[in-house]
């Protein structure tokens, strides 16, 4: 696991799989969840979904306001962002749960150290993230990557991944 903060952000990364959604939903009642990626790609809304509330905007899809039972599809290689509101028309957010090797510690990464591809990459990351200041940003792809501005929201997933007092 890394972890640090980054300005107002929280974040942590694991190569191990956290229960990002399960965990998320009780901290962000209210927002939205907007699925930027689903299975690497996008996601098209099935009449069921429409009817439970989800909308799309451009590429992305809107859940309704979250309450603990929302039920959230689910693939491979997914990015959310959880917003106060509804994004804006005309958000076309890059998407870097696709980008194979992609972390927020480079140091830990299997590249070089200070690899200039990734430096950039990390760099349109915040900036993007500084831009749309999600409640908080969840990818489950090659490391489960979640930034927040809740930090206990933080805690409760790095908690996740502490072995247990007393376990060998």
């Known amino acids: ?3 640090g903060n980054f300005g107002e952000f929280w974040w942590l990364e694991s190569a ?3 229960p990002l959604i399960d965990t998320a939903l009780p901290f962000h009642i209210g927002a939205r969840l907007c699925v930027t990626a689903f299975d690497s790609g996008s996601l098209r809304l099935t009449p069921e979904e429409v009817a439970a509330g989800w909308s799309s905007a ?3 899809m809107v859940s309704p306001p979250i309450v603990s039972s929302l039920q959230v599809p689910r693939g491979e290689y997914d990015e959310w962002y959880l917003l106060e509101g509804v994004p804006p028309a005309n958000w076309r957010p890059e998407v870097f749960v696709n980008y194979g090797g992609f972390t927020l510690a480079p140091n830990s990464s299997s590249r070089v150290p200070g690899d200039e591809a990734l430096r950039e990459m990390v760099e349109r990351f915040w900036s993007q993230i500084g831009e749309v200041r999600p409640l908080s940003y969840l990818a489950s792809g090659d490391l489960d990557i ?4 809740n930090q206990p929201f933080i805690e409760r997933l790095a908690s996740a991944l502490r072995p247990r007092a007393g376990a060998e």
């Not at 979640?146 to 501005?149: M, N």
């Open 58 to 60: 451009g590429e992305i």
């Open 1 to 3: 696991m890394n972890a």
């Open 16 to 18: 191990m799989s956290l």
């Open 146 to 149: 979640v930034v927040s501005r």
